[in-house]
């Protein structure tokens, strides 16, 4: 599935970037313009004062955009690496985009926070759900999948360390599991389409059913 990127927002540079000061008199330029925007239906023929309100909320909206776009493509690298098999980088540049625009709708600068903060979290959610869909279309519950990721960015730092791969049992131990679970957890995160019959752990007389409901259970709770 592709996502289309709004062309304004498919090209940028360093020169976009921004200051907190310069991110702050967009942001309340932006929300000026909002407010604008909506009192112009009210008129046929709008005071030029609020017809330029209006343009300049829509300008501070595309340049907060397009100075945080960097930040949607290094997002979308980091899932890409893991999951290229499955999505393409566009799709993902694409899905933060998507999130990044949420975080701008959503974002109120009384409440004491940057934007960049609120965009990261809406950013991530997007390109989140985005692979989710597109690498395991059955139903993965939502538990298990918090779990597959922990579990994907566990093997991606071991592997910065070390230059290696990390075995079954280093997993175990640093994600405080039992090699059995963290095997289940592999037999997922591998497979685009799995069934609940799948073999799990070195014997193999296990199936991945056997552990989803421990793995949904207590045990995740206690590390959320």
Do not use: C
Request: net charge positive; hydrophobic share 40%.
């Amino acid at each position: 599935m592709w996502l289309k990127i709004p062309y304004k927002f498919r090209w940028w540079h360093g020169s976009m970037r921004i200051t907190a000061q310069e991110e702050a008199a967009l942001i309340q330029q932006y929300w000026s313009g909002q407010q604008a925007e909506r009192q112009l239906s009210r008129f046929a023929q709008p005071p030029p004062a609020l017809l330029a309100s209006a343009n300049a909320g829509r300008e501070a909206e595309e340049r907060l955009l397009n100075s945080h776009m960097p930040l949607v493509k290094a997002v979308a690298k980091q899932f890409y690496v893991s999951n290229k098999r499955y999505v393409d980088l566009e799709d993902l540049i694409g899905a933060g985009t998507q999130g990044l625009v949420e975080a701008l709708r959503r974002y109120r600068p009384d409440r004491g926070t940057r934007f960049a903060t609120l965009a990261t979290w809406w950013i991530r959610n997007r390109v989140t759900k985005f692979v989710r869909q597109e690498r395991w279309p059955t139903h993965i519950p939502d538990n298990v999948y918090r779990q597959i990721l922990r579990l994907m960015r566990a093997t991606w730092q071991f592997s910065q360390r070390n230059l290696r791969e990390p075995t079954v049992q280093e997993l175990a131990g640093l994600l405080e599991k039992t090699e059995q679970e963290v095997s289940a957890l592999m037999v997922w995160a591998r497979s685009d389409r799995v069934s609940l019959d799948a073999p799990v752990g070195e014997d193999g007389r296990s199936t991945l059913g056997d552990f989803i409901s421990t793995i949904q259970g207590d045990l995740i709770g206690r590390y959320d």
